[in-house]
């Protein structure tokens, strides 16, 4: 069995609770306006330049055999529409300025990654968390791997936008031992606007977990001008109240991974937003709160 995943981020501590290993697959079938990962989107391998640490060597250049990389203002250009994601480049780079985002990983050589941090997970109730971009984009290997950490007695945690095939999603999210459900906005419209898709089957599916009573702990993007006004945060505490949830992360936007888009020949478009200030992020957080909620600010 394997799976594209983007990266593996050992000893996190906010992706659930205590010490975890978070593995982010590759792919999402969501287009946040905010996205911060931009990496995460789309499904296969990618090339990333940091431009910043290239020598001009042409190196590149030479190991290219499908000729998408030119010399261009003293430096070398990719003509991304040519490349392969192939990674000749990246091997032959000497400065480590091109990077291939993105790798096929078997089930057995994942789950051995994990494993070497069990220790850790049973000293601080950690574990595992799946996340992504969208792990459920990838079901076979996302059952696949949560049957074998639960065969070792690793708490599983699941971190998803919801997106997925009801009959899928009613399938997988109860083999983890917590689901980690973003809720971005309640209003259809408004939804679709932000995202770029419907939330009918995301709410549908959170509906669905919330019936049969598994854990489930809600994450709520605080973006200027997209989710944090009134009606919306309101929305999102009664929805969640309605379905006694009542734990919630509120994730205030971040301008961290904008340096991404250029390092991957993207335009961050809307991306390049405000973040919130502390005055915002406590309005929001209060408002929540009055509905009966645990607010955590942070993940």
């Known amino acids: 069995m394997t799976g594209t995943i983007f990266r593996l981020a050992r000893f996190s501590v906010h992706d659930g609770p205590g010490i975890r290993t978070t593995v982010f697959f590759k792919g999402c079938p969501l ?14 391998p990618q090339l990333a330049v940091h431009a910043d640490r290239c020598l001009a060597c042409g190196t590149c250049a030479e190991a290219c055999e499908q000729q ?11 003509d991304l529409a040519r490349c392969r994601a192939c990674g000749a480049c990246v091997g032959r780079c000497p400065s480590g300025a091109r990077e291939l985002v993105g790798r096929v990983v078997t089930d057995d050589d994942l789950t ?14 950690g574990g595992v968390t799946f996340s992504g971009g969208e792990p459920f ?5 996302l059952e696949a791997m949560i ?7 690793i708490h ?7 997106m997925a095939d009801p009959s ?6 109860p083999l983890a031992d917590l689901v980690l459900f973003d809720v971005k906005a309640v209003d259809p419209a408004q939804h679709q606007d932000v995202t770029g898709a419907s939330n009918a089957v995301i709410l549908e599916n959170l509906r669905g977990l919330a019936a049969r009573g598994r854990r489930v702990r809600v994450r709520f993007p605080l973006v200027p001008g997209m989710t944090d006004d ?5 929305a999102v505490g009664s929805l969640l109240t309605g379905l006694d949830l009542r734990e919630v992360d509120l994730l205030a936007y971040h301008r961290a991974g904008l340096a991404k888009y250029e390092r991957l020949g993207l335009d961050p478009g809307p991306a390049a937003l405000t973040p919130p200030t502390p005055s915002q992020i406590e309005t929001a957080a209060s408002r929540l709160r009055r509905c009966g909620l645990d607010v955590r600010v942070g993940g």
């Open 31 to 44: 287009r946040c306006r905010w996205c911060h990962s931009p990496e995460s989107q789309y499904p296969q």
């Open 68 to 78: 998408a990389i030119e010399q261009h203002d003293g430096g070398y250009a990719t």
């Open 112 to 125: 051995a990654e994990i494993a070497r941090d069990v220790v850790f997970y049973d000293e601080s109730g």
């Open 137 to 141: 984009m990838q079901p076979a290997f």
């Open 147 to 153: 049957v074998r950490c639960r065969e070792r007695g």
């Open 156 to 162: 599983t945690a699941i971190d998803t936008c919801g």
């Open 168 to 173: 899928v999603f009613s399938r997988l999210a």
């Open 230 to 234: 009134d009606e919306n945060v309101t």
